[in-house]
Each structure stands twice: as C-alpha cells, then as structure tokens.
C-alpha cells in the first residue's frame, strides 16, 4: 500500500501505507493510532455516546462494520454486535459465518435476526413481491430491525459503520438531485426520537482504504465480496467519481463532505426538525409509524406469503443509490 522505501511521518519506521489525503505515510502502529484518533474526534465532535453508554453495532461481516465494533471494544466502549441475516443467497451464509466467528474469537455478545427463520421472508422475496428495488426492502428492513433490537435490548444508541466513501458518495447523489429531505438528515449522529434510537456514525472521518489497513493490521478476516446487489448501481458509480476527484486533488473527498457538515447541515436544521411529524403505535408490533400497521409490517405480510424467490432473479435491479 506504500511506495517502497516510504518512511513513517511519526517514526521513520517502514510505511506500510501512504495517505496522500493527510500528505504522509505511516507505519502500522501509526496507522492505528491515526485511525483510532480520528474516531474518537468523531465521537467527540458530534457528541455520539461516552463510556456508560450501551452500543449496539450494526455489523454485516464486512470490513467497514467488524473494524468499528473492533475500535469500540478496545477503546472500552460497551459494545455488542447486531447481524440480520437478509437471505440473500451465499452472500448472506457467508457474511453470518464471518461475524459470528469474530465474536466467538473474541468473546462479544452478538444478537442476531434471520429474515427467513423469524419472519417468514428474505430479501429478494420481498423485493419482487413489492415490487421494490431490492436495496430499498433491505434498507427498510434493517432500519426497523436495528431499532426493534435497540428498543428492546435497552440500548443507547445504534452504531453503523458507514465511512468517509460511504457518506461523501450518498451526500453527492443528494446534491445531484438537490434532495433537501434527504440532506437535512445526512448527518453522523441521528438524536433519538419518537420511539427511534440514537444513530451514530464514528468511521465518518475514516476512508475505506484506512478502515482495511485497520483490519489488515488487527489481524480482523473480513468477507471481502461485495453484496451481489450492489453490483453496478449508482453508489459505487459516485465513489469511483470522488475516487477520481481524490487522485487529483487530495483531500477534496473529505472537504466535500466534512465542510458538508460543518457549513451547509445547520442550514438545513429547521427542515430536519419539520419532517419529524407525529407518530402513533403500529398495531402489530409497536413500532412509530403514521399508520395502523407500519412499513414493515406490511412488508412481512405481503412477504411471507409468497414462495421463496432466489436471489438471481432480482439481481440487475438497481441497487443502493
Ligand atoms: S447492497 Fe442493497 S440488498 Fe445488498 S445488503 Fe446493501 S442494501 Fe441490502
Ligand atoms: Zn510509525
Ligand atoms: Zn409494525
């Protein structure tokens, strides 16, 4: 990852990574100790949890969510992992054998949700049955999954592990649309809310190449595969282009969407605040929604009275945007 013969700005040691975005190479306990700096900056800055709080860490297997449950339990936080497995053929099997092996290994409470198991449904199933595209049941899924799990294990806050790519691309397909609902609510910490727990985002000041180095380093074995859904939509389409931005001009994706934050989102505050409405109690499972029964709900009756569908048939329908 560095340039042979690249020496480590803090020690002089071999670097074993160059961040041109920070003008500088690192060794691995540098990089480490950037890493774990930058996160709790986030924590601090936006004022997501302290110590004697109780997270609960949205993990998919992934190197982004297995890294920031990582850096939570050694920086002291309590932290214990979340997994919903979404059925979305190998994908899925393989992601729950990672988390669950990184839990074990290390000693940490994981509490887990099986769509197919627990509610009669998974992913693609749920996507050609509602006609949705299938990251938009996903999405919706998870979200009610994580605060169900949050509300009913009495915890603080949910914690996800979306980075510095993530964000800075999400934050470019919204100012592509001028999608002002959206912006308003594109911030690192989501402050708890009608019956909806806290949201933090602490990798915000990380990219997803730091996060890897993390793991490589921590000796963390992350599933490196892609959800199969992904594949082609525009989210990956926007971080290749602030990819490109970066390697012109260091820095820009991080002033993109860091500056984002601190100019343009108190801007947006009131708009934030108008579209939290009143909310009532879903009649079947308690959760805030502006109907009888709420969004998910809905999805799991439609969902679970279908045949199982296989996942190749909804691949190609557009993804996360
Ligand atoms: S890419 Fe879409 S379907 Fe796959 S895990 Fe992410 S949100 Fe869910
Ligand atoms: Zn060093
Ligand atoms: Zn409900």
């Known amino acids: ?84 497995g979404l059925g979305i053929g190998d994908y899925s099997d393989e992601s729950g054998d990672y988390v669950r092996r990184f839990a074990d290994e ?85 402050p708890a809310r009608n019956g909806f727990p806290k949201k933090c985002k602490p990798l915000v000041r990380l990219t997803e190449r730091e996060t890897a180095a993390w793991c490589l380093i921590r000796g963390i074995d992350y599933l490196v595969e892609e959800c199969p859904i992904a594949a082609g939509n525009r989210h990956l389409y926007y971080k290749d282009t602030l990819n490109s931005l970066e390697q012109k001009s260091p820095s820009s994706k991080s002033a993109f969407y860091l500056n984002f934050i601190d100019n343009m989102a108190p801007l947006l505050a009131d708009q934030s605040a108008a579209a939290a409405g009143e909310l009532n109690d879903c009649e079947r499972c308690g959760s805030p929604t502006t109907n009888e029964l709420c969004a998910f709900c809905r999805l799991v009756e439609k969902s679970s009275a279908h045949e199982p569908v296989p996942v190749e048939l909804v691949l190609g329908k557009r993804g996360r945007s």
């Open 1 to 84: 990852m560095a340039t042979s013969g690249s020496k480590c700005r803090a020690c002089k040691a071999p670097a074993v990574i160059d961040l041109p975005r920070h003008n500088a190479n690192f060794c691995a306990e540098h990089l480490l100790q950037l890493c774990r700096r930058q996160v709790e900056k986030a924590i601090d800055d936006y004022e997501m949890f302290s110590k004697d709080d109780r997270l609960l860490v949205a993990v998919s297997g992934g190197k982004d969510s297995l890294a920031v449950w990582d850096m939570l339990v050694e920086a002291g936080y309590q932290a214990d992992g979340f997994y919903v």
């Open 106 to 190: 290390r000693g940490l409470t994981l509490v887990t949700v099986d769509l197919r198991d627990d509610y009669g449904y998974d992913i693609p199933t749920a996507a050609k049955v509602t006609k949705r595209v299938p990251c938009s049941a996903c999405g919706m899924s998870k979200r009610h999954l994580f605060d169900k799990a949050a509300r009913d294990g009495g915890y603080d806050a949910v914690v996800t592990g979306h980075n510095l790519d993530d964000e800075a691309a999400v934050l470019l397909g919204n100012v592509l649309r001028w999608d002002i609902e959206y912006l308003a609510r594109q911030l690192p910490v989501l």
